[in-house]
Nanobody, 124 residues
């Protein structure tokens, strides 16, 4: 599976963005998916993850109530809706997938395939 993330950009504090991760290849609908972010000097962080069917999700405490992960298996796409953005959300956001998981997880080592990142910059 190949992943292509898009939707990043520059936004003011309090604004919104929706990231998309389009998958090509087979069996996207059997893959658990996650969104990760990394900014300079910080460790990579999983902000959200979703089960293959979409019925189970994980959101990091730092984004809970502001970010929402979802997916459309007919379109082979996973989304990250980001509302009420803060300067500390500035990072490169990447999507990743795994067919080994049985529950959404924040642990990056459990993900097998990764897309390139898209930069999100939140100005104060």
């Amino acid at each position: 599976v190949q992943l292509q993330a898009s939707g990043g950009g520059l936004v003011q504090t309090g604004g919104s963005l929706r990231l998309s991760c389009a998958a090509s290849g087979q069996s996207f609908n059997r893959a658990f998916m996650g969104w990760f972010r990394q900014s300079p000097g910080k460790e990579r962080e999983c902000v959200a993850a979703i089960s293959a069917s979409g019925d189970a999700t994980y959101h990091a405490d730092s984004v809970k109530g502001r970010f929402t992960i979802s997916r459309d298996n007919d379109k082979n796409t996973v989304y990250l809706q980001m509302n009420n953005l803060k300067p500390e959300d500035t990072a490169v956001y990447s999507c990743a997938g795994s067919r080994r998981l049985i529950t959404p997880t924040r642990f990056s080592e459990m993900y097998d395939f990764w897309g390139q990142g898209t930069l999100v910059t939140v100005s104060s």
